[in-house]
């Protein structure tokens, strides 16, 4: 195993730990949240509940303070026995269960405790001090477990909705959490090794001017410093102006063509339309850097760089161009640094809509494109934090 991949695995175990720690915090928080609102909306429902009952038997009954007390005892209970519902359905995982196996079991709980509260309404009354028994039909028995067992399922009815539908909002929502976290991982990590890639080739071109030609050195190093200074100004940036990234990309050209003398040529048509929109920083100065490696360094006679830039129907459009040609077939299995990070940089930022392809346009010329939406960034599960 390399540094590097230790350096990514420890990296990430630290920020599942973090998250982890965050998770477990913001789960207690809820739990609390949830319970208050819990017994808020046990209370508020049952309470309701006994208000309707008592309504209708002041509309169409003898209205008696015995009475009134009897449904209040009787919703108290139903408030005894839900929380004690409850407690099962959580216990035994209910919620967990398909759905043609939660549906029996929500009727058949429903009409065991429908029946139960029938049961000790139908007890007390046998006393005769809340009703007179003579006021009692045949079917009342079974119209109030009906009752009572109705409003026990719409009781679970309620309750599964709520927590299935919690459960569905807290998984999509750290299911983003943890996409935009592995995101913003990448892309740090992927713009992390593009700074040692270009300094490692900057650095070897000064060193080979320093004896030769120590003036031309000298600016060589200016150059250098400069775009050390945008190196490090982009750290904590995902894009930057195409303006921007330019200026670095000239100040990288003239520190090749004095390693390479007459050997390298570039031009660069920019639209002023395009200098302002927002690009990942480095990716021009990269497949720049990829064309001079393995294009114009190896023709004996150098070669030419041309950097174009356009709006085509909303679209930014980046072409790289450079004297070259490479096996279009060795290109599908190539693992080069460049290539691969290109399109994965796009893929993070723009999803489907940031294209990169290259190809050669004739016999001795590579073309790189990079096409990406003129707005900026359209992928909304990666959001700077």
Same mark, same amino acid.
């Given at each position: 195993?390399?540094?590097?991949?230790?350096?990514?695995?420890?990296?990430?175990?630290?920020?599942?730990?973090?998250?982890?720690? /965050?998770?477990?915090?913001?789960?207690?928080?809820?739990?609390?949240?949830?319970?208050?609102?819990?017994?808020?909306?046990? &209370?508020?429902?049952?309470? @309701?509940?006994?208000?309707?009952?008592?309504?209708?038997?002041?509309?169409?009954?003898?209205?008696?303070?015995?009475?009134?007390?009897?449904?209040?005892?009787?919703?108290?209970?139903?408030?005894?026995?839900?929380?004690?519902?409850?407690?099962?359905?959580?216990?035994? *995982?209910?919620? /967990?269960?398909?759905?043609?196996?939660?549906?029996?079991?929500?009727?058949?709980?429903?009409?065991?405790?429908?029946?139960?509260?029938?049961?000790?309404?139908?007890?007390?009354?046998?006393?005769?001090?809340?009703? *007179?028994?003579?006021?009692?039909?045949?079917?009342?028995?079974?119209?109030?477990?009906?009752?009572?067992?109705?409003?026990?399922?719409?009781?679970?009815?309620?309750?599964?909705?709520?927590?299935?539908?919690? !459960?569905?909002?807290?998984?999509?929502?750290?299911?983003?959490?943890?996409?935009?976290?592995?995101?913003?991982?990448?892309?740090?990590?992927?713009?992390?090794?593009?700074?040692?890639?270009?300094?490692? *080739?900057?650095?070897?071109?000064?060193?080979?001017?320093?004896?030769?030609?120590?003036?031309?050195?000298?600016?060589? @190093?200016?150059?250098?410093?400069?775009?050390?200074?945008?190196?490090?100004?982009?750290?904590?940036?995902? &894009?930057?102006?195409?303006?921007? #990234?330019?200026?670095?990309?000239?100040?990288?050209?003239?520190? #090749?063509?004095?390693?390479? #003398?007459?050997?390298?040529?570039?031009?660069? /048509?920019?639209?002023?339309?395009?200098?302002?929109?927002?690009?990942?920083?480095?990716? @021009?100065?990269?497949?720049?850097?990829?064309?001079?490696?393995?294009?114009?360094?190896?023709?004996?006679?150098?070669?030419?760089?041309?950097?174009?830039?356009?709006?085509?129907?909303?679209?930014?459009?980046?072409?790289?161009?450079?004297?070259?040609?490479?096996?279009?077939?060795?290109?599908?299995?190539?693992?080069?640094?460049?290539?691969? !990070?290109?399109?994965?940089?796009?893929?993070?930022?723009?999803?489907?809509?940031?294209?990169?392809?290259?190809?050669?346009?004739? /016999?001795?010329?590579?073309?790189?494109?990079?096409?990406?939406?003129?707005?900026?960034?359209?992928?909304?599960?990666?959001?700077?934090?």
């Amino acid at each position: 195993m390399t540094d590097f991949t230790r350096n990514i695995n420890l990296t990430t175990r630290t920020s599942e730990l973090n998250s982890n720690s /965050q998770i477990k915090t913001g789960e207690n928080i809820s739990r609390i949240s949830r319970n208050s609102a819990y017994w808020i909306s046990q &209370t508020a429902g049952w309470t @309701v509940y006994a208000a309707a009952n008592l309504a209708a038997l002041y509309s169409f009954e003898i209205f008696t303070w015995q009475k009134a007390s009897l449904f209040i005892f009787i919703c108290m209970m139903g408030i005894a026995l839900t929380h004690y519902l409850r407690i099962i359905i959580k216990r035994n *995982n209910w919620t /967990q269960l398909p759905l043609k196996k939660i549906i029996p079991v929500v009727l058949i709980s429903s009409l065991v405790i429908g029946i139960i509260l029938s049961a000790i309404f139908f007890a007390i009354n046998l006393t005769g001090y809340f009703y *007179n028994t003579a006021e009692f039909k045949p079917m009342t028995p079974a119209i109030w477990i009906f009752n009572l067992s109705s409003v026990i399922l719409l009781w679970q009815l309620i309750y599964f909705s709520v927590y299935f539908f919690r !459960n569905y909002k807290k998984v999509e929502i750290e299911a983003l959490i943890w996409e935009a976290a592995v995101k913003d991982f990448e892309l740090k990590t992927l713009k992390s090794q593009l700074n040692p890639h270009f300094m490692f *080739n900057a650095l070897n071109s000064i060193r080979a001017l320093i004896e030769e030609d120590p003036a031309s050195a000298k600016t060589a @190093v200016t150059k250098l410093s400069n775009i050390l200074r945008y190196s490090l100004r982009i750290e904590k940036s995902e &894009t930057v102006s195409l303006a921007d #990234e330019m200026q670095t990309v000239k100040d990288y050209l003239d520190l #090749e063509k004095i390693r390479f #003398e007459e050997r390298l040529n570039y031009s660069t /048509q920019i639209d002023e339309r395009a200098a302002k929109i927002e690009i990942p920083p480095m990716m @021009v100065q990269t497949l720049v850097e990829n064309g001079i490696k393995h294009g114009i360094s190896k023709m004996t006679g150098g070669g030419k760089i041309t950097i174009c830039s356009f709006i085509d129907d909303s679209k930014l459009h980046i072409q790289i161009s450079n004297t070259g040609y490479f096996n279009e077939e060795d290109l599908k299995h190539a693992t080069g640094f460049g290539i691969q !990070n290109t399109k994965h940089r796009l893929n993070l930022l723009y999803g489907e809509t940031g294209i990169f392809q290259i190809k050669n346009s004739s /016999q001795n010329e590579v073309l790189a494109e990079i096409i990406i939406p003129s707005g900026g960034k359209i992928n909304e599960s990666f959001i700077s934090r």
